[in-house]
């Protein structure tokens, strides 16, 4: 009775953990779609009013951002600053790749960040600020997007994970 | 006049480049090296570099050749890799610079810029799609004035004479000017230092980058770097209290007013100016009224007779 007490609590609790979890990641990627959106305005500031050098700019970013947010940015730096021919273009893809891997954004997301490469640092100051504002502006409607999600998925995803869970353990026994 | 050995070019100049032509010029050899002028990359068009006085290209194996047309051709690829490389990725952080058609590198060098103008209204505002790039070497070839101190600087040694460079294009005046510069700053036994400023108004005499003379233009020089000679000259003689006012390549009518003051001022002013003799000189309305008003005591004529920095003549008219 003690072994079947604990089966059904783990696998209603493990369902119910991955549920959670699931939300989370709703929760997440708005925070991180909206510290994204501060971290580019703090970086087209650097570019449009104090004309900070791209390598620098893209590192001061990330000491203003956070985790995983300034991956991104960091990446973006350190390769440029590592002076090895790449443009700004190749670092901030990598900068993308790394961010990937760690952050809840999803394709869209991360394909209207892409979108801006060819142009990063490639124009005038008052170029740089209108491909900036375009892009917050985007993020922020992801933004809208993302809180929408975040009321109907984060429910879905915390209860589903328990029920999910029940519903598996009423079919084993 | 000696250029710009090997490791220097690696050091200096082909971190800018992108890898295949950074690949080919790896190639170039010592004494190419060192009479190596400029390089030159035009969209479409065999890559191109000025050794001496003559124009090669460097095949796909990277050896150097006069048949320009077997050379390796220039791929948009190349212009955007070196123009990034050049303006650290940051084009907007260099809208000065690109409005004047060049941007100045760490170690003085000059790069030329063309492609497509962007106007705003009669002025220009900005380039993009740039097209063409001509690097510039800079070179410094000290003591290369060392035989003018004697002539500028006149009898007594106490104070220096108006002078006017007069050079055609490429024969060093401006590598003259910078050594002139550097030997009046450190002064010697013989002709106590003077305290210089150099009116740069295109990054060229001091090779500044960032403000800061990549050159050795001496101890005692101030650089006004990027400001136009007219204004330059007045600002100098009322803030850095100069012995001697050095600038390049005078020719509009504002210039001759300020040289004027300087003069009135009792400063002395090294200049050069565009021409192969006084003959031409003088057929320009603004450098006649110029010479007419007896401002400068000696002219230097240039020639590339035996090389750049080949002194023709040196005329006195005091």
């Known amino acids: ?173 | 006049m000696p250029g710009l050995g090997k490791e220097l070019l690696k050091r200096e100049i082909l971190p800018f480049f992108a890898q295949p032509v950074k690949h080919l010029l790896l190639g170039l050899g010592e004494d190419s090296c060192l009479l190596l002028e400029e390089i030159r990359l035009r969209c479409g068009q065999p890559l191109l570099l000025k050794v001496g006085d003559r124009d090669y290209t460097l095949d796909s194996r990277g050896r150097l050749s006069t048949d320009i047309f077997s050379g390796y051709v220039i791929g948009e690829e190349d212009i955007y890799r070196t123009i990034a490389a050049i303006s650290d990725n940051s084009l907007y952080a260099f809208e000065e610079e690109i409005r004047r058609g060049f941007i100045t590198v760490a170690g003085g060098h000059r790069v030329g810029l063309a492609g497509q103008v962007v106007l705003q209204g009669e002025l220009v505002k900005t380039m993009k799609d740039f097209s063409s790039l001509c690097f510039r070497i800079a070179r410094e070839v000290k003591d290369c004035a060392l035989s003018l101190l004697p002539y500028i600087n006149g009898g007594s040694g106490r104070t220096s004479i108006n002078t006017l460079i007069i050079s055609p294009p490429r024969c060093g005046k401006t590598t003259i000017l910078r050594d002139l510069a550097r030997l009046l700053a450190y002064g010697s036994q013989r002709f106590p230092a003077r305290n210089v400023v150099i009116v740069d108004e295109r990054s060229e005499l001091a090779g500044s980058y960032r403000g800061i003379p990549q050159l050795d233009v001496g101890p005692r020089t101030d650089v006004l770097d990027a400001c136009p000679k007219a204004q330059g000259m007045i600002m100098a003689l009322r803030s850095l209290s100069p012995q001697v006012i050095i600038t390049d390549e005078i020719g509009r009518q504002e210039d001759v007013t300020a040289i004027q003051e300087c003069v009135n001022a009792g400063v002395a002013v090294i200049s050069s100016v565009h021409a192969s003799n006084l003959d031409e000189l003088q057929k320009r309305p603004v450098m006649r009224e110029l010479l007419s008003t007896q401002a400068f005591k000696l002219a230097v004529i240039l020639s590339r007779q035996n090389g750049p920095g080949h002194i023709q003549d040196i005329v006195r008219w005091d």
């Open chain 1, 1 to 173: 009775m003690f072994f079947k007490t604990m089966g059904i609590a783990l696998i209603i609790g493990g369902f119910g953990a991955f549920g959670l979890s699931g939300a989370r990641r709703f929760e997440r990627r708005v925070d991180e779609l909206k510290n994204m959106r501060l971290a580019l305005g703090f970086l087209e500031k650097e570019i449009t009013c104090t004309y900070t050098p791209l390598s620098r700019a893209l590192d001061r970013t990330a000491v203003f951002c956070e985790k995983p947010v300034s991956l991104l940015f960091q990446e973006g730096a350190d390769l440029l600053q590592a002076g090895e021919g790449i443009t700004a273009g190749e670092a901030w893809r990598k900068g993308l790749k790394k961010l990937a891997r760690d952050s809840s954004l999803n394709d869209g997301d991360l394909q209207l960040l892409n979108s801006v490469a060819a142009q990063l640092g490639m124009s005038d100051a008052k170029e740089q600020k209108k491909v900036f504002n375009l892009l917050q502006e985007e993020l922020r409607m992801q933004e809208e997007k993302a809180r929408d999600e975040l009321k109907s998925g984060h429910k879905l995803w915390a209860y589903g994970g328990f029920i999910m869970g029940s519903v598996v353990v009423l079919l084993l026994i």
